[in-house]
C-alpha cells in the first residue's frame, strides 16, 4: 500500500508569519492539549522583534478549539539565556511532557555560538506559559544532538529521541554533514543514558542522502507496533554551491540570520516526512514516504520541503500531524494532514 496516498493534507496554514515576533521564519511544532479544553501548539521563530541582536530563535505559542484554527498567544514562551554558553543563541524544536507531579516539562534543542555542538535542555511550568529553565544539559554528544521528542513509557521511564549529527571528511577535505536518530533512557526525566547504537540511519538513497531532522515515536495501541514518524533531507543536485549556514559560521553576521538561513534552505535541498514501524522501539523497519511536496517547480505550501513534525491522536485511528513547510518562495509555515500509523 502507498502510504503517500493515505495521509491527506488539509488545506491552508495552521500558523504563519503574522507578527514581528515570527514574520521572519517559524518552524518545528510540537502539538498539546489543553487540560481545560482546546490546544495549544508551541513552535520555533524569529522575526525583527527578537530579544536581542544575535538571537537565532526561541519558543512561542498559539492555542485552538478545533486544532485548525489557531490563535497566536502573546509573548516569548522560552527564550535562549544570553549568560549560559549552550543556549546563548538559539532554544528551538520544542517537546512537552507531562510530569507526574501535574507540571510540563519542556525540551528543546539549543546552541551557543557556532563552534559549539548543539544540546538538548530543558525547562518546566505550572501552566503551560511560565516557563523556567532547568540547570544544566539533558543531553549531549556527538557533533551535535537536536530535534528533541519525548516518549512517556507505560513503566513511568521515558525516552528521548533526537538526531546525531556527525561531521565526516571525505578524500577532497569536504566536509560532509549527516544526522542519525539516537535514542536515550531517564527514570526521572532530567538524568538520561544514552542507548547503544543508532535507532534509525538514513538508507542513503536519493531521497535520505543528508540525513534526520527529527522523529517522533508513538507507543503501541491494542497490540500495534510502535509507530516512528520522522524527516529527512535529501542534498544539492551535484555542483550546486551552497551558502554556509549562518549558525555553522562563526564570522557569519548573525542579524539576519533568517534570511541567510532561508537562503540555505533554498539553495536545492528537499525533505520529506516518513513513517517506520518498531516491535520495541529501538529497532526499525523499512520505512515509506507519507508527505511530500511537489518540488521547486510545484505549488503548495510544502512544495520544497516538510519536516519536524509533531502529532495528535484525533480518535478512530487517527492522527493529525503538524509539520513545518515551505514552499518555493522560502516562506515556512506550519501545516497538517490526518492518516494512520498502523495499516
Known sequence: MNLLNTWKKEPGARIEGSRPLDSSKLQAPCITRIPSGGYRLFYTAVGPAKPYANCQGYILSAVSDDGLTF??????????????????HRVIAPSIARCDDGCWRMYFESRGPADRPTVIGSAVSED???????????????????????????????????FAKQVNTDESGNCKRTS??????????????MQAGFSLRPEQTEFDSIGITAAEVIAPKNGSDYAMIYSEWQDVPTGTVVPLHPS??????????????????????????????SHDGLVWGRSECIIAGEGYDGQGIDAVHAEDMSLIDIGNGLYRMYYAACDNNGQ?????????LNK
Open 71 to 88: 490563535e497566536t498567544e502573546p509573548g516569548i514562551r522560552l527564550t535562549p539565556q544570553v549568560e549560559v554558553a549552550h543556549m546563548s
Open 128 to 162: 503551560m506559559l511560565h516557563w523556567e529553565h532547568e540547570a544544566g544539559i539533558r543531553l549531549q554528544g556527538y557533533d551535535g544532538l537536536g530535534g528533541p521528542r519525548f516518549l512517556k513509557m507505560a513503566d513511568g521511564s521515558g525516552r528521548l529521541y533526537c
Open 180 to 193: 542519525d536518530i539516537v535514542c536515550a533512557r531517564t527514570t526521572d526525566g532530567i538524568n538520561f543514558e
Open 248 to 277: 555553522a559560521d562563526p564570522d557569519a553576521d548573525e542579524t539576519d540570520f533568517a534570511a541567510a538561513s532561508i537562503a540555505s534552505d533554498m539553495a536545492g535541498y528537499r525533505s520529506r516526512i516518513y513513517l517506520a514501524h
Open 332 to 340: 515556512w509555515r506550519i501545516a497538517s494532514a490526518i492518516g494512520e
